[in-house]
């Protein structure tokens, strides 16, 4: 199981990603920035982007990427 965790967001940006890019999808580029504590560690700074697309009426995350970036 995963440990317990707060996150808190200083920055999150949507983008619609272009109909050339994905043809016959509708998707959209998320990008955030903030801090995440997990339960028993230090707070750190992190960055994630994802995609979602929009799959018979359902959003899904096709891409994810994250990563700490206080070291």
Do not use: M
């Not at 998320?30 to 504590?37: F, L, N, P």
């Not at 018979?56 to 700490?68: A, E, L, Q």
């Amino acid at each position: 199981s995963l440990p317990s965790s707060i996150h808190t967001l200083s920055s999150l940006d949507c983008h619609p990603i272009p109909e050339v890019a994905s043809p016959g999808q509708t998707s959209v580029l998320v990008s955030t920035e903030g801090t995440v504590k997990y339960e028993g560690t230090r707070e750190r700074a992190f960055s994630q982007n994802f995609i979602l697309t929009e799959q018979s009426g359902v959003w899904k995350i096709v891409s994810d990427c994250f990563r700490f970036t206080d070291e």
